[in-house]
């Protein structure tokens, strides 16, 4: 298991909710974990600070709300701001996955 | 973009914090929850699955951390946390904050109030538009200050021909006036009111608050407008700020005038001394006159001031060169009238004495009188003050490293658990911003009190100066405030976290740690001590010098002598002057309530003399002798209503004129450098502009009198009849001198009615009693005097207390070891002996490096000293000898107050 690579959580924020639509922490955290499939070692409590952290960039914004099973949660939407921002992450990973697997194929 | 939202968020939260904190608690819970229950679904044991949900999760404090630290910005949490509990603490310790706040207090106030008047005299520029670009016109005379003063056809010369300047503007000074505010009511009152051109207020680039300023189109030659402009004070504060004000007609000195405007508010036209509250267009001048005289048309009436903007690009020494040929033009063809009144011939030293040359000064700050005479002491009390300050923060220093030894237990803990060491100083030095803030705070009112102690020695109406406590000065007060809080804050802060957790808990005494503070606390007492000394000598410096001043023998009396100029027509000759002074004498002379009256060219004091070469027929000068002497022209009764004694011989009779024989009074000091023994009966010649004058026979030895300065030497001077003056003066008003005594009082008014009386197209100027004059030559004497000495005992108060705080902690260190000194029956006398010997010794360090720093200082305030010297001894011994005392007093005390204590206390001390 390895480390979530430094700044793709992130970016793995912001995909979960685009593609699931408003989630609470926990909900973020087990989709990443599943897409991951255990290769990824999250501590996640992590996800918080880096929560914190788009919310007051603009890129997701919260609300309360009930869960599923009935207790006040704290729901994550992402945002105009931040599905642009999406996107252009998105394209830089896309990017540098391709370089890099170009780089290493040639050997 | 995103940078500015992050901000955003940030100031939010700053202002949300405990309720953002609780909610996270929540919401880590239930994130929590939901995992664990996600393992007990799993097969796990409640207890198995909440352990599995907190590995998952990673640990709970390290988060909150980090989303703390992300929320908003730390160190502004953390300052007020540390700002919480440094109040906390200095609450517990009131007498501690008490002595501190007001110990910063004294010196930061001290500081402000020195700066805000230096500021306001000298550094502060005008609140008009780009001041930089102002020049101010002023002449250089070859010697003593540089004139300011021109007359107004050199203005319109510079004016009209001025390429390098965009405009250059006029303006008198200000002179009281009868302002009738109400056409219906007869009431008069006062107004400070000033002329100037009317682009004046365009070349200072300043707009009208209300209606619009003095326009060139105003003030046309002769065909002026009777407008005026108002301050925005006088309008606030005498009119209530009536906005229909303007267009209201008013009348000044009895002529009509229209308000068209108020000026901007803070304005108060070039010069700093004085605010006017009305200004008036200078074309009117001949018609505000009393006798109607146009002295815009005079070159010899050089009582304006001249300002102007450079344009943009050009410089100060550009529109120098440009402008100086037309002052030059002036006084050469001021010269050639006075060389053909004289015939044709004039000495040397008369051509020196109309040699001048423009010389342009920059113009950002305006002109004051004040700034030539004041800037020097008010300087070096600056630097005064600035010594007190270090001496409060010495003292608070002292004060903090003492309480700190209370505080070692609590500090060894907080860093045992963890405290960064940076941490803890930054709490400390919390406490020292703190006790400096509150010290500024009450330092910013003593600052009022005492600023206006110091401008009460600054002549004139000082409106402008008094404006006091603006942004410029708070800021500098804040500067102070932080510099001061880490000069004082910071030694005790370091020493305090210096030593090592293990040492100091649960062990009460870390001696070694001990003695090396208190050798710092010593260090910090003698530097005090010395610093006392520089405050000390200084103050006795000043006070003996104003003594020196006022004791001396002017060679006149003061008390009830009173002079007054007589403005005379510019067209009445010497004789016809002379005739009406005479007339005033003789007036005065019949009132009971005179006693001796007289009239003189050249005032006592009054900054105008004339000195002349004397030659003694048969004698020959020694080598490098100077023959210079200084000629007085006076009526008889003249050593009468002065108060010169005549030593002997007889004063001047309504027989000595022309025609008669020539005679002159002499004084000692003459008699003494030109003859050997009586002077009496011999006779002087006088070196005239072109020939030996005289020859005078001498009838009087009076007195040697001061005559220019109080600070002078005994000068030689003669006084001759005035009646006997062949040749007219020179165009200077002549001084009347009048003795007041008998029943009684001689009032202005009395003055004014009995010249007008005489004459009534002569002008009664500056009346006022010679004390007065006395008084003003000694203006920055005592203010020196005074502040220094004021300053002086606080510093020693302040160093009083700093010795008594040290030795008492030092004493009390030692309690323990007296108490068994006294229990095995040490005399009281071997147990005070060492411990004040020591409070003394280090006092005696103190002052010794204290007189070693102070010698050397001493010569940048010798010329501002009369008849001490700058090493005077007796300032020395004195300032010695005060701080000795007071130091072994503030040692006595707590040193007897441990040889009294019951060494069964004692010994169970800590």
């Not at chain 1, 087990?30 to 890129?59: C, D, F, M, S």
């Not at chain 2, 010269?335 to 000064?361: H, I």
């Amino acid at each position: 298991m390895d480390e979530v690579p430094y700044g793709s959580l992130d970016l793995m924020i912001l995909k979960t909710l685009d593609g699931l639509g408003p989630q609470h922490g926990y909900g973020i955290a087990r989709r990443i974990e599943q897409v991951a499939e255990g290769a990824l070692a999250l501590n996640q409590g992590t996800i918080y600070p880096a929560l914190l952290r788009l919310e007051q960039k603009g890129w997701i914004k919260s609300e309360w709300g009930t869960s599923e099973n009935n207790r006040r949660a704290r729901f994550y939407a992402i945002t105009r701001s931040g599905k642009k921002q999406l996107a252009v992450e998105a394209d830089i990973w896309q990017q540098t996955v391709a370089i890099m697997k170009r780089l290493l194929e040639e050997q | 973009m995103t940078a500015l939202r992050t901000w955003l968020a940030k100031a939010r939260a700053l202002v949300t914090p405990r309720r953002l904190d609780c909610t996270l608690d929540d919401e880590l819970q239930f994130h929590l929850d939901l995992l664990a229950a996600d393992y007990e679904r799993r097969g796990f044991t409640a207890d198995a699955a909440r352990l599995a949900a907190r590995r998952d999760f990673g640990g709970i404090e390290p988060i909150k951390e980090a989303h703390r630290d992300r929320r908003t910005w730390r160190w502004i949490e953390d300052a007020a946390h540390d700002a919480r509990y440094a109040l906390r603490t200095l609450r517990k310790n009131p007498s501690f904050t008490a002595v501190a706040t007001l110990t910063l207090a004294l010196g930061i106030g001290a500081n402000t109030a020195l700066f805000s008047v230096i500021d306001a005299l000298i550094l502060r520029k005008l609140p008009v538009a780009r001041p930089d670009e102002l020049v101010l016109f002023a002449a250089d005379e070859g010697q003593g200050p540089l004139n300011t003063y021109f007359s107004y056809p050199l203005y319109e010369d510079f004016r009209d021909h001025a390429t390098s300047l965009s405009g250059v503007a006029i303006f008198g000074d200000i002179a009281q006036r009868q302002l009738r505010l109400d056409a219906a009511a007869p009431a008069v009152e006062p107004v400070k009111a000033a002329a100037v051109s009317g682009n004046f207020f365009s070349v200072l680039g300043v707009q009208a608050a209300l209606g619009r300023m003095l326009a060139a189109d105003d003030d046309r030659r002769g065909d002026a407008q009777s407008v005026a402009v108002i301050s925005h004070d006088y309008w606030v504060g005498r009119l209530g700020a009536d906005p229909s004000i303007i267009g209201r007609r008013v009348t000044m000195s009895g002529v009509p005038l229209t308000i068209i405007g108020v000026t901007p508010d803070g304005f108060f036209g070039a010069d700093v001394s004085g605010a006017p509250e009305l200004w008036w267009p200078i074309q009117l001048t001949s018609r505000l006159d009393p006798e109607g005289r146009n002295s815009l048309s005079e070159r010899n009436t050089e009582a304006r001031r001249i300002i102007g903007r450079l344009r943009p690009g050009r410089t100060r020494a550009e529109a120098n060169a440009e402008l100086a040929v037309w002052l030059d033009r002036e006084t050469a063809d001021r010269f050639e009238r006075v060389r053909q009144r004289r015939g044709g011939v004039v000495a040397d030293a008369d051509r020196a004495a109309f040699r001048r040359s423009l010389s342009l000064q920059p113009g950002a700050t305006g002109d004051t009188f004040l700034r030539q005479r004041f800037a020097r002491p008010l300087v070096i009390l600056m630097m005064v003050v600035a010594v007190v300050l270090l001496i409060a923060c010495a003292n608070v220093a002292n004060l903090l490293l003492s309480r700190a030894a209370s505080r070692t237990t609590e500090i060894s803990l907080r860093m045992a658990i963890g405290a960064g060491r940076l941490r803890l100083v930054r709490q400390m030095l919390t406490e020292s911003a703190l006790l400096s803030i509150g010290g500024a705070a009450i330092g910013l009112l003593a600052a009022l009190g005492i600023d206006r102690v110091l401008l009460s020695f600054v002549p004139g109406e000082n409106t402008v100066l008094r404006a006091g406590l603006d942004m410029r000065v708070l800021a500098f007060t804040a500067v102070i405030a932080v510099a001061t809080g880490l000069l004082f804050g910071i030694a005790p802060a370091v020493f305090a976290t210096r030593r090592h957790a293990t040492l100091a808990i649960g062990q009460r005494a870390a001696t070694a740690g001990r003695r090396q503070k208190l050798l710092v606390q010593h260090g910090l007492l003698a530097s005090q001590v010395a610093l006392s000394v520089i405050v000390l000598v200084a103050a006795g410096l000043f006070s003996r010098s104003l003594r020196n001043l006022h004791g001396l023998d002017l060679g006149f009396e003061p008390e009830r002598l009173t002079v007054f100029m007589l403005v005379a027509p510019i067209d009445y000759d010497a004789q016809h002057r002379a005739q009406l002074a005479q007339a005033v004498v003789d007036r005065l002379v019949q009132r009971s309530d005179v006693g001796a009256a007289s009239y003189s060219l050249f005032g006592l004091l009054s900054n105008m003399n004339r000195s002349l070469n004397v030659v003694v027929p048969g004698r020959t000068a020694p080598p490098g002798e100077s023959a210079r002497s200084l000629g007085a022209f006076v009526s008889p009764g003249y050593f009468a209503a002065t108060g010169t004694r005549l030593l002997r011989g007889r004063d001047f009779s309504g027989d000595d004129i022309a025609g008669a024989p020539r005679v002159a009074v002499i004084s000692q000091t003459m008699e003494k450098r030109f003859f050997a023994g009586d002077a009496l009966g011999k006779q002087f010649m006088q070196q005239g502009p072109s020939r030996l004058d005289g020859p005078y026979d001498i009838v009087g030895i009076a007195e040697d009198a001061k005559y220019r300065t109080l600070r002078e030497d005994s000068l030689p001077v003669f006084y001759v009849p005035i009646a006997q003056q062949a040749s007219p003066p020179p165009q200077l008003p002549l001084q009347v001198e009048v003795r007041t005594g008998g029943a009684g009082t001689l009032t202005d008014a009395d003055i004014r009615r009995l010249v007008r009386d005489a004459d009534p197209s002569v002008i009664v100027n500056g009346v006022q009693s010679m004390g007065t004059v006395v008084d003003r030559t000694l203006s920055q004497d005592r203010l020196l005097a005074t502040l220094a000495s004021l300053f002086g005992v606080l510093a020693l108060i302040v160093a009083a207390v700093g010795v008594y705080g040290v030795r008492s902690f030092a004493v009390s260190r030692r309690t323990n070891e007296i108490g068994i000194r006294m229990a095995l029956g040490a005399s009281r006398l071997s147990i005070l002996a060492p411990v004040l010997g020591q409070g003394v010794a280090v006092s005696v360090i103190g002052m010794a490096a204290g007189i070693a720093i102070t010698i050397p200082l001493t010569r940048y305030v010798a010329m501002l000293l009369f008849q001490v010297s700058e090493r005077d001894g007796l300032t020395f011994v004195g300032v010695s000898a005060v701080l000795g005392v007071v130091a072994a007093l503030a040692s006595y005390v707590p040193a007897r107050r441990a040889t009294r204590v019951d060494p069964l206390v004692a010994l169970r001390y800590e």
